[in-house]
């Protein structure tokens, strides 16, 4: 026990170690234990210890004692009711943050009072502000929390975008870079994009190009949008590209959203309906000719074959014999018959594609037309140097067709695969049910000859296209296939390369059941 003026100025002291200690830097536990430790000490008590409010209860929380009180006995003992009890409240401004209690074997002394007194108002403090500072880090963690959620929300929809995207700032660094830019031939991963120049990562490109596509938008302010291709990932495939600016409050152009879309499918299926709005204005042009010309070449017909009859009756004592074209008279008519017949076939052919004459249509198996054009072509010397696989599906539905102008098609595009491989080569016939549940029935032929550029491919079923040497092909194979196929209720399909071949599909309507 100290006495009570010798020691004061060493409580003091012990006071002013103890302010030290508890600006340290550890755990408020390790410090709180050690500050008890020192006090203790200092003041020669049997027990000092702190309790807590922990929401209404008091609890001991540092420091030897019983481990709870009822906040009666503490009070008592505050009141100094309790011999060789001290206890003082520690309060910090208004609010009761616990209390301080010591026990001692004999009286307490004055300055040891004060001492708990300050000890209690220096722990106060402590407590307050180390838990003040606890819940300001737990705050600042739930608002980490919620950014990072939020940014992780942010790249996945924008990963989920089935569109590639990234966003540059104003030194051209990337700071956003999505999935679908990480995928595909060209694809470059996202913590390889992010922070590096868009010309580091777009290397190919020219450098002056790029730098002034991003700057129109920066200097201008307005979105661009232009169309390009690329064979980048394999086959030609065309893309839609948008630079579009993001600006800060002040109106200022900070960064720029590029997005690339990939519109091939699009623009293939417009250019598919243009391409049958085409046919039919041709086939509706064509039907008019026919029309047009049957009679007059009916009449033609009719006239050179009674001139031959006449010039077989009349041999030649006919009057033409003075002018000397009767010799060849014969000769003539032979001629313009066999030309009249060239012109019927090609009208006949016309009109297969502009309306496809009404043959009987009956409930048949794709399978079935395959293995009968190739029964027919089996002996055509075209086709004696070819190897031709057929993979026949099994289990096909059946199709509401006219077998012979199916086997029509079949014939017109083997004859042309054979023409496109003049020496060897492959073909693939290959039938199967369209995938996912589409109501069609499919037949492949492939070929490994000289294939088309996308050019020639948008004219083929045009009557008449051909690049065969004249006299080879009237170009009307494919219109006539077309026709045929169209008015089944199908359509038939192509794709091709340059020097690696052709695939033509043609999917018909599957038969109701
Ligand atoms: N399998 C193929 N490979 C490469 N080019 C082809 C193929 N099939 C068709 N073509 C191209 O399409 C053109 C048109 O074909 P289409 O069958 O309509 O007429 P054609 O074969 O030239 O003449 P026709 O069939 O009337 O005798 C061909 O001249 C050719 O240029
Ligand atoms: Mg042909």
């Known amino acids: 026990m100290l006495s009570e003026d010798s020691d004061s100025s060493i409580l003091v002291g012990a006071l002013a170690d103890i302010a030290v ?19 203790h000490l200092s003041i020669g008590a049997s027990e000092l ?46 609010r009761r943050v616990g209390i301080l209690l010591a026990r001692f ?9 004060r001492f708990l007194e300050a000890l209690a ?9 180390s838990e003040r500072s606890r819940r300001l880090e737990g705050d600042l963690q739930i608002r980490m929390r919620e950014v990072q959620e939020q940014k992780r929300f942010t790249e996945t929809v924008l990963d989920l975008l089935p569109l590639g995207l990234y966003v540059i700032d104003r030194d051209y660094r990337i700071t956003v870079w999505n999935r679908k830019r990480e995928t595909g031939m060209q694809g470059v991963s996202r913590d390889e994009a992010i922070g590096r120049t868009i010309f580091e990562i777009l290397h190919r490109q020219p450098e002056d190009v790029v730098r002034r596509e991003f700057d129109e938008v920066f200097a201008t302010g307005k979105t661009q949008q232009f169309q390009t291709e690329s064979s980048a990932s394999g086959a030609l495939r065309t893309y839609r590209l948008s630079k579009i600016p993001i600006r800060d409050q002040a109106g200022v152009v900070t960064h720029i959203i590029t997005i690339g879309e990939d519109i091939t499918d699009w623009v293939e299926a417009r250019e598919a309906v243009a391409q049958n709005e085409k046919l039919a204005a041709i086939g509706r042009l064509a039907a008019g000719i026919m029309h047009e010309i049957n009679n007059p070449l009916a009449t033609i017909a009719a006239c050179a074959e009674s001139m031959a009859l006449e010039t077989r009756v009349d041999g030649s004592t006919s009057q033409g014999a003075q002018d000397g074209a009767a010799d060849g008279g014969p000769e003539y008519l032979k001629i313009i018959e066999s030309e009249v017949q060239r012109c019927k ?75 496109a491989m003049p020496q060897y080569g492959r073909v693939l016939i290959r039938t199967r049910a369209a995938p ?44 006539i296939c077309h026709g045929i196929v169209a008015d089944h209720g199908g359509r038939i399909e192509v794709s091709s390369e340059p020097g690696k071949g052709t695939r033509f599909t043609i999917l018909l309507p599957m038969e109701e059941a």
């Open 21 to 39: 200690c508890l600006s340290d830097a550890r755990p408020t536990e390790l410090v709180a234990q050690d500050v008890l430790e020192r006090a």
């Open 49 to 94: 210890a702190v309790w807590l409010d922990g929401g209404g209860e008091l609890v001991r929380t540092w420091g030897a004692g019983p481990e709870e009180a009822s906040v009666d006995e503490l009070r008592a003992a505050m009141a100094g009711a309790a011999p060789g009890i001290v206890a003082r409240e520690m309060s910090f401004g208004p």
């Open 121 to 129: 108002a220096l722990l106060a403090a402590f407590v307050a502000n």
């Open 436 to 479: 996912r549940g589409a109501k069609h029935v499919v037949i492949e032929v492939q070929d490994e000859g000289s294939g088309m550029t996308r050019n020639e491919m948008s004219r083929i079923f045009e009557p008449f296209y051909t690049t065969k040497e004249p006299g080879r092909g009237t170009g009307l194979g494919l219109a």
């Open 105 to 113: 074997g004999g009286d307490v002394v004055e300055p040891v009072e």
């Open 345 to 419: 076939r090609i009208i006949d052919g016309l009109l297969d594609f502009s309306r496809p004459r009404a043959q009987e249509r009956q409930s048949l198996q794709v399978n079935t037309v395959v293995e009968r054009a190739l029964f027919l072509l089996k002996h055509h010397a075209r086709f004696k140097q070819l190897t031709v696989q057929a993979e026949l599906g099994t289990e096909l539905a059946t199709v509401h067709a006219s077998s012979e102008q199916l086997i029509q098609v079949m014939i017109a595009l083997l004859m042309n695969a054979a023409d």
